[in-house]
């Protein structure tokens, strides 16, 4: 499972990655990009983008290794991401389209849950003694 969940994560960094070029290409300057960048919708995006790339660049075994304990800290980044590309995508439609945006998040929020629930919800076998 944990090798799955890596796979999304690398997946939706280049998605997100191809995303941005594509949105810097479109802009066609630097002075067009730095007019939206403080505005929600965008600073969203660009926050959700840098949190990415410490989740890529450390999603490999020799970062596993190489950050110890410290590796799970960095990789719950995923939620506030999560959280701001949702953020994104609804603040960009005007906030009147938002129920797409909740579609396409609802199974990470599903997983999410269920993650919580097996982790400290589940019952569990009593250990007798």
Do not use: C, E
């Amino acid at each position: 499972m944990r090798k799955n969940r890596r796979y999304f994560g690398v997946a939706a960094f280049f998605y997100a990655a191809l995303h941005t070029y594509v949105y810097l290409v479109d802009k066609g300057s630097l002075d067009r990009v730095l007019a939206q960048a403080t505005q929600f919708d965008m600073a969203t995006g660009w926050l959700a983008m840098l949190l990415f790339i410490p989740l890529a660049a450390t999603s490999m075994d020799y970062a596993v290794r190489k950050l110890g304990t410290w590796w799970k800290p960095v990789q719950r980044l995923t939620y506030a991401a999560a959280a701001l590309t949702l953020l994104h995508w609804a603040s960009l439609h005007g906030w009147k389209d938002w129920p797409p945006a909740l579609v396409h998040f609802t199974p990470l929020a599903v997983l999410t849950l269920y993650r919580l629930w097996w982790l400290y919800l589940r019952p569990r076998p009593v250990a007798v003694a």
